[in-house]
Nanobody
Framework: QVQLVESGGGLVQPGGSLRLSCAAS????????MGWFRQAPGKEREFVAV????????YNTDSVKGRFTISRDNTKSTVYLHLNSLKPEDTAVYYC????????????????WGQGTQVTVSS
């Protein structure tokens, strides 16, 4: 079945950077919008960023604009999330997701999910 495997999370100090990766298998990667969501303890899962299947269009939630960048490499079936200028409020489990619907800033727009990777921003 389809697998999405995230990696790259960890503990980082405020102001630091991380690069998250999500490797996909058993799906036609280039046909899918790829998104990143996050979920902090006691909160709902929220949209972070998405890159359309063509790679030409990306969207970020307001709280991460100018700090996070999403990219994809269709030759490697991998989507990345570059996290810069990290803040303690960015602490969460980060999930990647794959979907084909034109509802790509909501969880309902995605069919497949990874298991998540923990990002902790703390001094």
């Amino acid at each position: 079945q389809v697998q999405l495997v995230e990696s790259g999370g960890g503990l980082v100090q405020p102001g630091g950077s991380l690069r998250l990766s999500c490797a996909a298998s058993r799906l036609t990667f280039s046909a899918y919008n790829m998104g990143w969501f996050r979920q902090a303890p006691g909160k709902e899962r929220e949209f972070v960023a998405v890159i359309r299947w063509s790679g030409g269009t990306t969207y970020n939630t307001d709280s991460v604009k100018g700090r996070f960048t999403i990219s994809r490499d269709n030759t490697k079936s991998t989507v990345y999330l570059h996290l810069n200028s990290l803040k303690p409020e960015d602490t969460a489990v980060y999930y990647c997701a794959a979907g084909t619907r034109n509802l790509f800033t909501a969880t309902e727009g995605f069919d497949y999910w990874g298991q998540g990777t923990q990002v902790t921003v703390s001094s």
